[in-house]
């Protein structure tokens, strides 16, 4: 058999079911890669060791006690060994949230998304970077080493779950779950050369973000290969039963599983091929070449699949940039945070807080209102199409410290390092990621998949992608459609 890290998450997870792996050698041999690898990436904040070895060995005593007997006990991520980005609460695991601001106490209970994933018998390894309160594209706070690119030390992970991604794509892990409330499964997965699945509001449960109040965040996986995303992708959504799809091939039967499924032929497709972005007004961007250079592969996959790609020209509200803006950041204009501790807030963090204390709650409401619309409008514009199309990212991967102006130091930077501009910080960011949050705003299930690397053959250079976006209900349309493409 090949080496443990080496197998895909579906290999792993056949290995630990049938017993020709035990739990605590999968979770041994990960802690070890962990211990070996995590110094240079910087993608985990927390490693909890001997909680996931004792919950290891007691998942073995379960297999040993349902050895030889059909009766289906097993869990379906039996003895997986997982990371939960650290703005997820793990009981008894500090959540740091990313912040040098906060108190860091252990979580008392598991949050919503570790809670279904510990009772689908997945065993968490740890905690892994993230940016202060999961606002930003990059994996960089005040708190421990910024998360590294594994294809490219020097260049970032991305964010919000840039840890995970980088986990992942240095089999630190099998696969991992993010979390995406403006692209933060889809950005850090481009950055990294995974898949990353973004599902639709409504179908993997919430809980995991308080003071969202435009309903943006919703938990994915993030996966080597369509098919590992598919497996973690069952055990995130509750029951058999997945939902009604409005398009072709999108309805998923009561008894076929996300897995399943993605190995499945899709239908011939309608897609549409946009570069329009709701940023762009506020923000002008062109797009790297190497961004057009993965589109290009896409539709030529695409193409060579059977499927017809069109030009899309879609018109997006220029009211978009700032009703997206004071949604995304009203939570953190409540957070708790004592006074004096406000120093301690990275320069994007504090200028957003106090810009979100100032606001009335009129205007809050007056934003909601828009992006209510204005998913309206973008999905009706959506509708010609069976899927859209864009690049992922309109940017190589950033170096570390780019969006802020840090240093590319060793280790985490003090605040005296950090650059105090936050409106070029998420300027910089909105140009990065120009085709994500209006994907959150709209609910719409969208997937991230790599076809591109800019040294020419796979594993060279830097790694690019694609995204698709979905109707509602066609997350295995999504997950199909990146199988067809090679992931």
């Known amino acids: 058999m090949a080496d443990i890290h080496e197998l895909s998450a579906v290999q792993l997870r056949d290995a630990l079911r049938s017993g020709e792996l035990s739990s605590r050698e999968a979770a041994g041999h990960f802690l070890d890669r962990i211990g070996e690898e995590n110094r240079h990436l910087g993608a985990f904040i927390t490693v909890t060791a001997e909680q996931a070895l004792k919950d290891a060995a007691a998942a073995d005593a379960f297999h040993s006690r349902h050895a030889g007997k059909d009766d289906g006990a097993l869990p379906p991520l039996h003895g997986m060994p997982v990371a939960f980005k650290d703005l997820t609460d793990v009981a008894g695991v500090i959540t740091t949230h990313g912040s040098a601001a906060l108190e860091h106490k252990p979580a008392l209970a598991d949050g919503a998304l570790a809670a279904a994933l510990k009772g689908a018998g997945a065993i968490s390894l740890g905690k892994t970077q993230v940016p202060e309160f999961g606002l930003t594209a990059y994996s960089e706070n005040r708190i421990a080493p910024p998360s590294r690119n594994p294809h490219a030390l020097s260049r970032s992970s991305g964010g919000s779950s840039g840890g995970s991604a980088a986990a992942v794509a240095a089999a630190l892990v099998p696969f991992a779950p993010g979390s995406d409330g403006g692209g933060s499964v889809r950005i850090p997965a481009a950055a990294c050369g995974l898949v990353g699945l973004k599902p639709g509001r409504g179908l993997v ?8 109040p435009a309903g943006l965040v919703v938990a994915g996986p993030l996966a080597r290969s369509a098919a590992d995303a598919a497996l973690m992708l069952d055990a995130l959504v509750p029951g058999a039963d997945g939902p009604v799809a409005d398009g072709p091939g999108a309805d998923r039967p009561g008894t076929a599983s996300y897995l399943e499924l993605a190995s499945q032929e899709p239908p011939r497709l309608r897609i549409g091929v946009s570069l329009d972005s709701p940023w762009q007004t506020i923000f002008p961007f062109t797009p790297d070449r190497e961004a057009l250079d993965a589109l290009a592969e896409g539709i030529r996959r695409l193409e060579a699949a059977g499927h017809e790609t069109t030009e899309a020209a879609i018109r997006y509200d220029n009211r978009y940039p700032g009703a997206f803006t004071t949604a995304w950041t009203a939570a953190v204009g409540s957070a708790r945070i004592a006074p004096q501790r406000e120093a301690l807030l990275t320069p994007l963090t504090r200028t957003f807080r106090r810009r979100a204390q100032q606001r009335s709650p009129a205007k809050l409401n007056e934003s909601l209102g828009f992006l209510r619309q204005f998913q309206r409008d973008t999905i009706a514009q959506y509708a010609g199409w069976d899927l859209m199309l864009m690049p992922a990212l309109a940017q190589t991967p950033r170096p570390v410290g780019w969006f802020t102006g840090a240093g590319h130091g060793d280790g985490y930077w003090p605040a005296a390092e950090w650059a105090g501009d936050a409106d070029g910080d998420y300027r910089r960011q909105c140009e990065f990621a120009p085709w994500s949050s209006m994907v ?22 830097l790694p690019m992608g694609i995204q698709l976006i979905g109707r509602m209900g066609s997350e295995a349309l999504l997950l199909q459609v990146a199988t067809q493409l090679g992931c």
């Open 205 to 212: 449960p919430a809980g995991e973000s308080s003071g969202d």
């Open 440 to 461: 959150n705003v709209c609910g719409l299930p969208a997937i991230s998949v790599p076809v591109h690397w800019t040294g020419g053959a796979q594993g060279a250079g």
